[in-house]
């Protein structure tokens, strides 16, 4: 398979486990968010948020997807079941929200306020950007990006060694990727 058909498989399965989330509900175009990658940082920007409103986000390489999907159709769309498979992955990474990085950092902006999420250090690689936005009356609202994270060709060799089993490119600096899991 192509580096482009992971790419696109990565992105049609966070899709589908976004879009199984809210079946049967409208979307209301609210929180709006503009991703931005600098090297090997992630962030993203939300504007317009709803009252009460919070997002919060993770980059999804493709070799994730099929733990994904299979969490998705199990789970029967449940966001729970997505995001415990998502958790128990080394390579999906979670942004951080507002806090003293190093020290504290919620997983999402504040409810109802513009806000950041970041993640630093992000190893290269290619990855599906979800950002959900979920509010205390609304249903979630899922915002997919494509990111190519560090060197792209660091990046593209870093989604192919994924995809065969070799795991993700080394982390740059001191490793500090914001990882969902502990291992």
């Given at each position: 398979?192509?580096?482009?058909?992971?790419?696109?498989?990565?992105?049609?399965?966070?899709?589908?486990?976004?879009?199984?989330t809210i079946a049967g509900s409208g979307v209301a175009s609210a929180a709006v968010p503009h991703p931005?990658?600098?090297?090997?940082?992630?962030?993203?920007?939300?504007?317009?948020?709803?009252?009460?409103?919070?997002?919060?986000?993770?980059?999804?390489?493709?070799?994730?997807?099929?733990?994904?999907?299979?969490?998705?159709?199990?789970?029967?769309?449940?966001?729970?079941?997505?995001?415990?498979?998502?958790?128990?992955?080394?390579?999906?990474?979670?942004?951080?929200?507002?806090?003293?990085?190093?020290?504290?950092?919620?997983?999402?902006?504040?409810?109802?306020?513009?806000?950041?999420?970041?993640?630093?250090?992000?190893?290269?690689?290619?990855?599906?950007?979800?950002?959900?936005?979920?509010?205390?009356?609304?249903?979630?609202?899922?915002?997919?990006?494509?990111?190519?994270?560090?060197?792209?060709?660091?990046?593209?060799?870093?989604?192919?060694?994924?995809?065969?089993?070799?795991?993700?490119?080394?982390?740059?600096?001191?490793?500090?990727?914001?990882?969902?899991?502990?291992?």
């Amino acid at each position: 398979m192509t580096i482009a058909k992971k790419v696109a498989a990565g992105l049609a399965a966070v899709g589908m486990a976004a879009g199984l989330t809210i079946a049967g509900s409208g979307v209301a175009s609210a929180a709006v968010p503009h991703p931005n990658i600098a090297g090997n940082t992630v962030s993203v920007h939300i504007t317009d948020p709803l009252p009460g409103q919070t997002c919060t986000g993770i980059l999804v390489p493709p070799s994730a997807t099929g733990d994904l999907a299979g969490a998705a159709i199990a789970g029967g769309g449940d966001l729970m079941s997505i995001v415990r498979a998502l958790g128990n992955r080394y390579d999906v990474i979670s942004l951080d929200g507002p806090g003293l990085p190093g020290v504290f950092t919620l997983p999402m902006t504040l409810p109802g306020q513009p806000g950041w999420l970041t993640a630093r250090d992000v190893p290269s690689n290619v990855y599906a950007l979800a950002v959900l936005c979920l509010g205390h009356n609304g249903p979630v609202e899922p915002h997919l990006f494509p990111a190519v994270v560090g060197n792209p060709l660091d990046a593209f060799g870093g989604s192919a060694a994924g995809s065969v089993g070799a795991g993700p490119a080394a982390a740059p600096g001191g490793g500090n990727t914001g990882s969902t899991s502990s291992s």
